[in-house]
């Protein structure tokens, strides 16, 4: 090769990496997104009065002695402050947030902080827990950036997806990650929630409320729960969930609607789970707490919680504190996996519950075991 078109090869590769390095990174689909969706995003702050009791410390000994306390118990008024997320979703100031963020509104009182900086009193208009979607009001004279509920992301799996809120506090954080799954139900306590989406991007306390968004600013859902560990105690990394856009969308007209003084359609009853529907049962998966409480090992099935009165649970001698193992001849380690097994059966059908319970035999700890046959109603 010549030695002048060497020097023309190298002065055109370094003319092409310089215009590498000149890149716009606001050119970036992630940073027009967040550029895009992140003015709807607030945050939400809300304060309560809770009332406690206080006694004195010299109450039991004026009670044992002289059968009474020194003087009536006093009750203090405490604040308690939590923080969430939200965002706009109409320029007149309609927001969606999270019913867990604003729960028992009619005692709170709720503040919101735009994007801007600028703070208002917001007013609860409506809620449901068992989507876990509420529905604030701020007014302002100037219409606001909003999110567009009517052109949602298509939720495609894998796609990158981005979580905009307020984490721990730190206001217009963005996050992101990919979605990992659709169609999943998550319990928490007595709550059970399906059809949700499944995200690693980091979802953390605060988040609560706030959009996820795709890489051209469209609505995926909204963060709602961040599994830090499984039913059984497991920890678990990368797993957080939204309600999608869709159940949003649908629901927003609903609020709308009661914003603007038509009554709510009638609610269809929550639906029963089977185990209490046809037998009676109460279960409730077992933590390692629990476990630790009634002798068990976490993961090894499913606690008897209650028993209805009047029921072949009940009839049957099944008490609470029991550990359910077994349905059928399927080892069972959470309340989902019972109602799976239930749902392949009808009134009549008999099912067969081995159930066992620790004793302390010779000051050692053993489990009992036995087989109750049980049918359904």
């Known amino acids: 090769m010549k030695l002048t078109s060497l020097f023309t090869l190298v002065w055109l590769l370094t003319l092409g990496v310089g215009a590498q390095a000149q890149v716009d990174p606001a050119t970036e689909p992630s940073v027009i997104a967040v550029s895009k969706a992140m003015p709807a995003v607030v945050n939400i702050n809300t304060e309560r009065v809770v009332r406690r009791t206080v006694r004195d410390p010299y109450d039991d000994f004026f009670n044992n002695f002289f059968g009474g306390p020194m003087r009536p118990p006093r009750q203090i008024r405490q604040k308690v402050q939590s923080l969430g997320s939200g965002f706009i979703v109409d320029p007149s100031g309609f927001i969606v947030t999270n019913e867990h963020v604003v729960a028992r509104a009619a005692e709170l009182k709720i503040s919101v902080t735009t994007n801007d900086g600028k703070t208002y009193d917001a007013q609860y208009i409506t809620g449901t827990g068992e989507s876990d979607l509420a529905f604030l009001k701020i007014e302002t004279k100037e219409p606001l950036p909003f999110i567009d509920l009517s052109d949602l992301s298509p ?205 302390r035999l010779r000051g050692q700890a053993v489990l009992q075991q036995q087989v109750v046959p049980l049918t359904a109603r």
């Open 155 to 359: 939720n495609l799996l894998g796609q990158t997806v981005l979580v905009l809120g307020n984490p721990l506090g730190y206001g217009s954080s963005v996050a992101r990650g990919i979605l990992s799954a659709k169609a999943r139900t998550v319990s928490i306590d007595e709550m059970e929630f399906k059809n949700l989406l499944q995200t690693d991007a980091a979802i953390n306390p605060g988040n609560s409320g706030g959009p996820v968004v795709d890489l051209s600013g469209k609505l995926v859902g909204v963060s709602s729960i961040k599994m830090a560990f499984t039913p059984q105690g497991v920890p678990t990394q990368g797993l957080g969930f939204a309600i999608p856009g869709d159940l949003v969308f649908s629901k927003v007209e609903e609020f709308k609607k009661i914003a603007a003084g038509q009554k709510a359609p009638k609610r269809k009853p929550a639906v029963q789970p089977l185990a209490r529907k046809y037998f009676g049962l109460q279960l409730q998966d077992l933590t390692p707490e629990l476990g630790e409480s009634f002798g068990y090992t976490a993961g090894s099935g499913v606690l008897v919680a209650d028993v209805d009165p009047r029921t072949a649970a009940e009839a049957a001698g099944m008490q609470r504190g029991l550990l359910i193992f077994q349905v059928g001849r399927a080892p069972i380690t959470s309340v989902q996996e019972v109602e799976d097994l239930l749902a392949q059966i009808g009134p009549g059908s008999k099912v067969d519950f081995t159930v066992g319970v620790v004793k």
